[in-house]
């Protein structure tokens, strides 16, 4: 009612002042006026005080009265919304004042990395581990985000990461469906469930890219103690998530694909290395300078095991297990527990036989796979993460999306108690989905649709043909494929036809809801972290 009230307001006194009154002299000189003669007096009758001029005046007048009302609406719901938009912090992290009121009233703890506006995707990086605990308490239903908070820091991030993980994921895909990201990005940007065994949070990996490497480096460098190293490690908490991981998920690969005496083997030496790392003697133990060889050895095998099993891979592996013993035994570790090794009478039996590592247990389940995956390319992209992702559209989506965690919004509710909502949208003689024929046709100046999206989209394109499996391919060969060719004008029509835009963003709606929905099922229902690694 205020919004109306303050509409008339402005539109009253502007139409008076600015509309009628200037006309109200004039109007009175033209009824006065008598005996004019009028090209057109046939059609006027006489003595009615110049009526049809008069409404000749004031039609436009009346007219522009009528149509002004929508552009006063127009106005004051562009103002009322940007101070609307400016008061609820949309798209923008909180003050540090109002995140101080926030803190007070809700007794919520926030980093101070959530006091400063996502710009860039550098920030974006910085920013990422404060992300899942501003999406629990702030996008996910209160029931959730209320549930039972573990007292372990780490633990707590566990929690956060694992509800945050299927949103972030979904995004992902959505990006790589849209051909935004290639096969690759998507990989690095991909968020792993955080709910099997593992003993931390997993972060995606374009986060810890390189860091491996530089902690090599640190190593080799290092003439300190363990400690100083740690500590020096830890500055970049990014690059102490990645040497953690790989550290655990080396311990767990190795034990799942071995048995007998090579699983002995592997059991003892890392029993001695967690022995070192609490007595902080990790440096007396083993020669750091070999670690980057000790590094290499474990990417060879790590790049078999990421592929399907085949008798020739079997053996590779097995070839690369001992590669990595030989290594770790007579390089790696300090003499005393190297002749502890060479000394033990089960594994010389089975050195001297020729059974160490020679039954390979593949890991042929979908966690240990992407563990395995995730080892890999931990170990061997060197990608600065200021790189990932290069598409400057799904940079902007990602810290739209990241700022809005932020932002002041009401309570998250339940799909079961959300309002049923339609989505209409003005359609007449468009083109929704163009046809291979208007692809392919030349304009004036000899250039088709698909050539000039071709060119504007170099990026978008190449990764167009990643996902359908296609190398640099012509209009002549996509008519081959009748899936290559409806995809082909999907990707033309999402570039240059608004409404197929709009047909699909609606669309992301229902993949929302259902996504929500999924988690308040697996939350609220009872499955928290046990089951949700098997969906």
């Not at 001029?53 to 940007?82: E, F, K, N, R």
């Amino acid at each position: 009612v205020i919004f109306w009230l303050v509409i008339f307001a402005c539109k009253f006194p502007f139409a008076y002042y600015l509309q009628i009154r200037p006309l109200v002299v004039p109007t009175n000189i033209i009824v006065q006026l008598h005996d004019l003669q009028y090209s057109w007096h046939d059609f006027v009758s006489k003595g009615n005080r110049n009526a049809l001029t008069i409404l000749s005046l004031w039609a436009p007048v009346v007219a522009i009265y009528l149509m002004d009302i929508h552009i006063w609406y127009t106005l004051l719901s562009a103002l009322v919304g940007g101070v609307m938009g400016a008061r609820g912090r949309l798209g923008e992290v909180l003050s540090t004042t109002y995140a101080f009121v926030v803190i007070c009233k809700l007794d919520i703890t926030l980093t101070c990395a959530n006091l400063m506006q996502i710009r860039s995707i550098e920030m974006l990086h910085k920013r990422f581990e404060s992300f899942p605990e501003a999406f629990a308490k702030t996008l996910s239903p209160q029931r959730i985000s209320s549930r039972p908070v573990p007292q372990d820091s780490e633990a707590a991030t566990k929690m956060y990461a694992s509800i945050f993980s299927p949103f972030w994921n979904e995004i992902i895909k959505s990006l790589r469906e849209e051909d935004y990201i290639s096969n690759r990005e998507m990989d690095l940007l991909m968020m792993p469930s955080n709910c099997g065994t593992l003993r931390l949070v997993q972060w995606p990996l374009f986060l810890l890219t390189s860091k491996i490497m530089l902690a090599n480096d640190y190593a080799s460098d290092c003439k300190d103690s363990q400690k100083e190293l740690w500590h020096r490690i830890s500055k970049d908490e990014y690059m102490a998530y990645a040497v953690k991981e790989c550290y655990y998920s080396a311990e767990r690969i190795l034990k799942s694909i071995v048995d007998g005496e090579g699983k002995l083997w592997v059991d003892r030496l890392f029993q001695y290395l967690n022995e070192s790392i609490g007595r902080d003697s990790l440096l007396v133990t083993i020669n750091l300078k070999k670690l980057q060889l000790v590094q290499s050895r474990l990417t060879g095998l790590t790049g078999l095991l990421i592929r399907d099993e085949t008798a020739d891979r079997k053996a590779g592996v097995t070839k690369a297990l001992r590669e990595l013993y030989e290594v770790v035994t007579h390089e790696f570790l300090a003499p005393n527990l190297r002749e502890e090794f060479d000394t033990w009478q089960l594994l010389l039996r089975a050195r001297n036989d020729g059974r160490l590592f020679s039954n390979i247990l593949w890991p042929n389940d979908l966690e240990m796979k992407e563990q395995v995956k995730r080892l890999h390319l931990l170990l061997t992209v060197k990608d600065s993460a200021a790189n990932i992702p290069k598409n400057l559209e799904a940079q902007r989506r990602l810290q739209f999306f990241t700022n809005s965690l932020f932002m002041d919004m009401p309570e998250a509710k339940p799909v079961s108690e959300m309002i049923p909502f339609c989505v209409f949208t003005p359609y007449y003689s468009e083109t929704v989905l163009y046809s291979m024929s208007e692809l392919c046709v030349d304009n004036e100046d000899g250039i088709s649709i698909l050539f000039y999206l071709q060119k504007i989209f170099p990026d978008e394109w190449a990764n167009f043909l990643e996902r359908i499996g296609r190398g640099e391919s012509s209009e002549e060969d996509f008519k081959e494929s009748p899936s290559d060719t409806l995809e082909l004008r999907f990707w033309v029509s999402y570039r240059g036809q608004t409404l197929a835009r709009t047909v699909r963003g609606m669309m992301y709606y229902r993949r929302a809801l259902m996504l929500q929905s999924y988690l308040e099922k697996r939350y609220l229902g009872g499955v928290f972290i046990v089951l949700c690694c098997r969906k």
